[in-house]
């Protein structure tokens, strides 16, 4: 059994000094939070090495092998007891006010200065808090108590003040805090995550005057949302983008916005969008260039256009308007599916018309490879990667051909767009008259 200077690691010796030298060099390697029962042992090796030590007897640890045993007197009978027992010895007085008082100072050091903070926080556990079991444990639940109720605490802080004092707050399993200081310590670095983001929002909108009305949109709540917002192409759009993204990420934000600003989103509403004026810059352009060459074909072009916009803006408003089980939206969706059905058999008639003016012996080989290329494979690619979805498969596929052109101008840079806006009707242009057009 190891004695109590085997405990401190030096000789037997009355030199309090010297005990208490030896108890800092050995706290720093048997930390409470660390070694609980090191640590236990060590405290009551201290009291008893300081009890010997006011009694002034000396004590060697091989008593036994002196040559002859004298007979012990009352106080060495005490100080071998005080050696050889393992009862608990009182433990320093402390103040939980005090406590309190600086986990709470350390806490806001923390979140004002993490460096700073954790370095007092390893000061204060090696060297001013009390010894005791219980002080240590009352101030690690403090500690958390005070970190979990002061603004801006983040996730790596609460890590490093987590690895210091042990509180495993990783661990699914740790039992080192209770539930109700680990949830609110979580809710605390929510409520900071929220306020980061909202703040990353406010930088990034308050770059650029347009920047600054889209905020001032979004969040003053005394703003109501004019006519003329409306004219400003893909500003609604934008704005119930950022809408869309608060209520995935930040559901708690949604309170800040603009309520006017909610209620306008919540109802189908009607405003100028950037692909508004391309499809109609594009598709106008597109029917002009046949249809300026004759009063028949001008009458083509303006069937083409009010087909386009029927696809466009006319089948989304529809299926807007009426639900998609009612009756109503059973006829809306048979009507755009079978006039989708036809647009698609007339492409399908005449790519196969084209086919066949080709003459030789080799038509019919030549006529089935162009259908194979550009029917066929497209179609037939579309049907597999949507056949969970073949109800409205036309549909989507007329509304892709339609927005392809809008959506690739997009793209572009703002100066290649521009020849691309000239180029892309002339290449539609011809496709559409050799397709549809009759001359």
């Not at 087909?307 to 939206?329: H, I, K, M, Q």
Request: aromatic residues 12%.
């Amino acid at each position: 059994m190891a004695t109590i200077w085997d405990v401190l690691g030096i000789e037997p010796t009355t030199d309090e000094r010297e005990i208490r030298r030896a108890y800092a060099r050995e706290l720093k390697l048997r930390r409470p939070d660390k070694d609980p029962q090191g640590f236990q042992a060590l405290r009551e090796a201290f009291d008893s090495a300081k009890r010997y030590a006011s009694s002034a007897v000396v004590l060697y640890e091989d008593a036994e092998s002196l040559p002859e045993k004298p007979e012990p007197t009352p106080m060495v009978d005490y100080v071998r007891q005080l050696m050889q027992e393992q009862a608990s010895s009182p433990e320093t007085p402390w103040s939980k006010n005090e406590l309190w008082e600086k986990a709470q100072a350390i806490s806001a050091l923390l979140i004002r200065d993490e460096l700073e903070g954790l370095g007092e926080l390893h000061r204060y556990l090696d060297n001013e808090i009390p010894d005791a079991l219980e002080a240590r444990h009352a101030f690690s639940l403090m500690l958390a108590e005070s970190l979990s109720e002061q603004s801006w605490l983040y996730r790596s802080l609460l890590n490093e003040v987590s690895a210091v004092m042990d509180w495993q707050i990783d661990n699914y399993r740790s039992s080192q805090l209770p539930d109700w200081i680990v949830h609110a310590l979580e809710q605390q670095i929510a409520i900071t995550d929220q306020e980061n983001y909202w703040q990353y929002l406010a930088r990034q909108y308050g770059g650029s005057r347009y920047g600054q009305l889209k905020w001032r949109l979004l969040t003053e709540k005394d703003t109501e949302i004019s006519w003329w917002v409306r004219l400003i192409p893909d500003l609604l759009s934008q704005l119930a983008g950022q809408v869309g993204e608060l209520r995935q990420q930040s559901p708690a934000l949604l309170e800040r916005l603009n309520p006017s600003l909610l209620e306008v989103l919540q109802k189908p509403t009607l405003a100028l969008s950037w692909g508004a004026i391309i499809a109609v810059l594009f598709w106008g352009y597109t029917a002009w260039l046949p249809g300026h060459e004759s009063p028949k074909m001008a009458l083509q072009a303006g069937v083409m256009l009010a087909v386009v916009a029927t696809f466009l803006w006319g089948y989304p408003f529809l299926e807007r308007r009426f639900e998609s089980g009612g009756a109503a939206g059973k006829c809306v969706h048979a009507f755009f599916w079978l006039a989708s059905g036809l647009l698609l058999a007339m492409a399908f008639y005449s790519a196969w018309r084209g086919a066949s003016a080709w003459q030789g012996k080799d038509a019919i080989t030549m006529r089935a490879l162009v259908i194979m290329i550009f029917l066929i494979v497209p179609v037939g690619w579309a049907l597999w990667q949507r056949r969970s979805d073949w109800r409205n498969l036309p549909i989507r596929i007329v509304v892709v051909v339609l927005m392809f052109p809008v959506l690739f101008i997009r793209q572009l840079p703002p100066l290649v767009n521009i020849l691309g806006m000239i180029l892309l009707p002339m290449l539609y242009g011809i496709i559409i008259e050799m397709v549809y057009f009759i001359k």
